[in-house]
């Protein structure tokens, strides 16, 4: 049978296919350096919809952790640091893995991180003005693996209560913050920015308060959410006078810009000792508390959404933990290792529940401050 010879334009087309098959399942960092191969590659791997395609594939098996440590010498200027590692490494040698060079990225002290999304960081810098209770608040990207920083968002001021989310509004391609504020009267209102506009959007009610400034909203399902508390009084609330008919779970649509109550597991009946904690790992959110002081527990809600898919994951003693008191803390490697705070400051836990292990490591007492977000490396870039 005789064939037509393919036409030279569709060969070409046909091994750019090919290239950019291969080159979506190379790990992020690789491709930033094989960008300089040639013209060709640079352009596939520079294209938005590679960028995307790239990110769906790529696993997320990183944290990104916070941290603030000394300065070195007196006259060093604190910084944060962000310290990119798996939960492996950091598990195995906790200090050594804080104090790594390598994988650290710094920031100034004023910098606080919102969260992390699709390989992009949000950083808010704020500027107190403690005598009138306000502050000054700027926001910006990062991508530590390209480089990429954003521009400033226009300046807020606000109430010195505030509480941040960050995350990803598929159905306009656009990343947002969210800023909730509380002032002296009691109420409660929200700020949405889109990133690359020019102003923020003012909502009007939010139906309560997150526990904290430190607990920023955990992205899933295009949508941020808080552990929080009705009738609140800003940051400052004594957790033994909570009770269970306070507590609430909010989700906030970054489609809508609209925020709903979302039930808590049917199985808590009565108020943890200590502050419950918030996860999410894939498309799972968490909650962990502890239950009389005795045992911890975690809940999964397997259907982002269905109140009804609650189930506890686990419940695991104290004394099988080998603590006297826990703090809940962080959730990995797809629900299965839990990092939780031991009675000390500096110690930490790690409990996996596919061995029933339990690990407890040493921070060393420069590291004033620890937390952690899913990260995975990616181009993104946004506009």
């Not at 944290?63 to 310290?83: C, H, M, N, S």
């Not at 705070?341 to 060393?364: A, T």
Request: overall charge negative.
């Amino acid at each position: 049978m005789h064939m037509e010879p393919q036409h030279p334009t569709a060969a070409v087309l046909v091994c750019e296919v090919v290239v950019m098959e291969i080159l979506s399942w190379v790990p992020a960092k690789p491709l930033t350096r094989l960008k300089l191969v040639c013209k060709s590659w640079n352009s596939i791997i520079s294209d938005p919809h590679f960028v995307k395609l790239h990110l769906h594939r790529s696993p997320k098996n990183n944290i990104l952790l916070f941290t603030r440590t000394k300065p070195l010498t007196l006259d060093e200027e604190k910084k944060w640091g962000l310290v990119f590692s798996s939960v492996e490494s950091f598990s195995q040698n906790p200090s050594s893995t804080l104090d790594a060079q390598e994988n650290r990225y710094s920031l100034h002290v004023q910098d606080w991180v919102v969260g992390s999304c699709n390989g992009l960081v949000c950083v808010a810098h704020i500027l107190d003005h403690p005598n009138n209770d306000i502050c000054d608040i700027w926001l910006r990207l990062l991508n530590p693996l390209t480089g990429f920083i954003s521009e400033n968002s226009p300046c807020l001021r606000v109430n010195m209560h505030n509480a941040f989310g960050f995350g990803y509004d598929e159905s306009s391609d656009s990343y947002k913050v969210l800023v909730i504020i509380w002032d002296s009267s009691g109420t409660v209102t929200t700020q949405v920015y889109s990133f690359g506009g020019s102003s923020w959007k003012r909502i009007n009610s939010f139906p309560a308060f997150p526990f904290s400034s430190e607990d920023n909203g955990h992205f899933i399902g295009g949508t941020l959410n808080w552990l929080a508390l009705r009738n609140p009084h800003g940051a400052d609330y004594d957790w033994d006078a909570v009770t269970l008919d306070m507590l609430m779970l909010v989700s906030f649509d970054l489609k809508s810009d609209t925020s709903k109550q979302i039930p808590l597991p049917k199985g808590i009946d009565e108020i943890p000792g200590e502050e419950p904690t918030l996860g999410v790992w894939g498309n799972s959110l968490y909650l962990l508390h502890d239950y009389k002081n005795t045992h911890f527990i975690a809940w999964q809600m397997k259907e982002f959404g269905d109140e009804n898919s609650w189930t506890q994951l686990l419940k695991i003693s104290f004394q099988h933990l080998g603590v006297e008191r826990l703090f809940p803390g962080f959730i990995f490697e797809n629900g299965n290792v839990f990092m939780l705070r031991g009675k000390h400051r500096f110690e930490e836990v790690f409990y996996d529940r596919r061995d029933n292990s339990v690990k407890h490591v040493k921070i060393l007492s420069n590291t004033r401050y620890l937390n952690a977000f899913d990260y995975v490396e990616s181009l993104v870039q946004p506009c």
